[in-house]
């Protein structure tokens, strides 16, 4: 039976994905519209480093249940930690080197992945 954290993981990814897949689509005019918010760079940081602890803590749940897509969705919960937190510890002076590839849109790339983990987390935790 599914749980509200499993619903809760559903809806989050869902909108973490739509924050990426959108400004994509539009960028290439495959749809015409945009989201009307512009977020910086710190900001998308941020929300890609919480959602990849989120994704972390889903995927441990999916390997106590002995899914083995629970270790891939591990493994892309550390990518997305790494690209979140690094930039963000490099802001206060803890790390001495940075990732200058992360542009927004490897961020709006990376949210697409992320939200794809989490909406697969909401059915693979039951499993």
């Not at 599914?2 to 990426?20: N, P, Q, R, Y």
């Not at 542009?103 to 499993?127: D, H, N, R, T």
């Amino acid at each position: 039976m599914m749980e509200a954290k499993d619903w809760l993981s559903f809806f989050i990814g869902a909108v973490i994905f739509a924050a990426g897949l959108i400004p994509i689509l539009s960028r290439y005019n495959i749809i015409s519209w945009n989201i009307p918010m512009t977020l910086s760079l710190v900001v998308l940081q941020y929300i890609i480093a919480i959602g990849g602890l989120y994704l972390a803590i889903n995927s441990l749940i999916e390997i106590t249940n002995s899914n083995p897509v629970g270790w891939i969705s591990l493994l892309i919960s550390f990518v997305m930690l790494a690209a979140g937190l690094i930039p963000i510890l490099v802001s206060f002076n803890v790390f001495g080197f940075s990732l200058p590839f992360l542009s927004e849109a490897i961020y709006q790339i990376l949210f697409v992945i992320e939200g794809f983990f989490l909406m697969i987390a909401c059915f693979a935790m039951e499993m």
